[in-house]
């Protein structure tokens, strides 16, 4: 495919806010997680909460749009500039020529979870009969109001796959001709549904996460926003590139993924395809490495028997907990601090390597030239996905 240009891109996770937040952290090998004080019930885990969202409303021209979600919407779009960037798109191309594409698995349900714990005779209180924040397209109608955009706006929601997705969703818009740039991304916040609800699966840990470890017993849970402005990819410009895309379904189980990683392999496959490179071009992969049992030993195989030894693979949900909704666009951008800081993340928090993983895991922070960069998000359902991005001039 014609490569695109990323000229903004931005996240707020536990790491912090912003672009220089993350890159301290990975730069440090800092995790964000800390023990569970958010559920309204005691649930011995970690998360990765944002600081502070709690303490900032939205603004009250916004207000119609209420909730946490939309809250650390509101916080992330105000990093690194990207705001500005997203209207000087709307003025160089015309409102309805730009994207509102957005990723979410919850939305703003906590709110809706709120609305039922506390209703008055029955029905959702005053304070919170609102029912845009009540549908899962809360996320992106609060953004495109935000810019003011009339462009296409859409709400991708296939698990912690979503908010790579959206990538997909983009290149096929610019590509036909539908619109000219892309606002991409995505929001989930932590709540009970999220946290109890991964709980009654077998799935969370007590301690904090410890992905490809062969010990490891479960995920850490987290929350994150983060954003990019995609467009094509302008002469002279120095922007990173969105290069290729993958994705998949293999519907082999609601919550395993194929035993063999069909799937997950087809979408990688595709990603190659589309992007006109090999495997052994690709020098970083941010492996969607949940923790859980069967994600990491299927990824873990996958990696070890596609890839030469010189290709480094990390997760990164060590640092932040697993995002769900939100985990492809955060590991994108995480994936594009990688390309431009020339840092590998670690793998944190495994201490024993699981012996299906292969020399390309970089179980430390190494230095490393990284020109093209995959990040791998793999939802529930069997919803896989590859991104590919490559720095300007690498590919042709």
Not at 280 to 290: E, K, M, S, W
Request: glycine letters at 10%; proline letters at 5%; aromatic letters at 6%.
């Amino acid at each position: 495919m014609p490569p695109l240009a990323i000229t903004a891109f931005t996240a707020t996770s536990a790491l912090g806010r912003g672009l220089d937040a993350h890159a301290n952290a990975i730069a440090s090998s800092t995790g964000g997680l800390s023990p569970n004080d958010f559920s309204t019930a005691p649930l011995p885990c970690w998360i990765g909460r944002v600081a502070g969202v709690e303490d900032e409303p939205l603004p009250r021209e916004h207000a119609q749009w209420e909730c946490r979600n939309n809250r650390l919407a509101w916080l992330a779009l105000r990093q690194d500039g990207f705001s500005d960037a997203v209207h000087a798109a709307r003025a160089r191309y015309g409102a309805s020529r730009v994207a509102v594409l957005l990723g979410t698995s919850t939305a703003s349900i906590g709110a809706t979870e709120e609305g039922y714990r506390r209703l008055e005779h029955g029905a959702m209180p005053a304070d919170l009969h609102r029912p845009a924040i009540h549908t899962p397209h809360s996320l992106a109608g609060f953004v495109a109001h935000v810019f003011d955009l009339e462009g296409p706006c859409l709400t991708v929601a296939t698990a912690c796959s979503s908010s790579a997705k959206v990538f997909a969703n983009a290149e096929r818009m610019i590509r036909l001709g539908l619109v000219d740039a892309a606002v991409v991304g995505g929001v989930d916040t932590l709540c009970d549904s999220v946290l109890f609800g991964f709980n009654s699966l077998e799935l969370v840990s007590a301690a904090p996460c410890r992905p490809f470890d062969a010990e490891r017993n479960g995920i850490s849970l987290g929350e994150a926003g983060g954003f990019a402005l995609i467009e094509r990819a302008a002469e002279n410009a120095d922007a990173p590139l969105f290069i290729g895309y993958g994705e998949a379904s293999d519907a082999h189980h609601m919550s395993t993924p194929h035993p063999e990683g069909l799937g997950a392999e087809l979408a990688l496959r595709d990603a190659l395809a589309r992007a006109g490179i090999e495997a052994g071009d690709v020098d970083y992969i941010n492996l969607h490495g949940t923790a859980s049992q069967k994600n990491d030993e299927v990824e873990a195989a996958l990696v070890a028997r596609s890839f030469p030894a010189t290709t480094r693979a990390s997760s990164t949900k060590g640092f932040s907990g697993h995002t769900l909704g939100a985990a492809g666009i955060l590991e994108a951008v995480l994936t594009l601090l990688a390309m431009r800081d020339g840092v590998i993340p670690a793998n944190l928090g495994a201490t024993t390597p699981d012996p299906l993983c292969g020399p390309q895991m970089a179980w430390h922070a190494e230095r490393a030239d990284v020109r093209i960069a995959l990040s791998n998000s793999f939802g529930f359902g069997g919803n896989n996905a590859c991104l590919a991005f490559a720095r300007r001039g690498v590919v042709a």
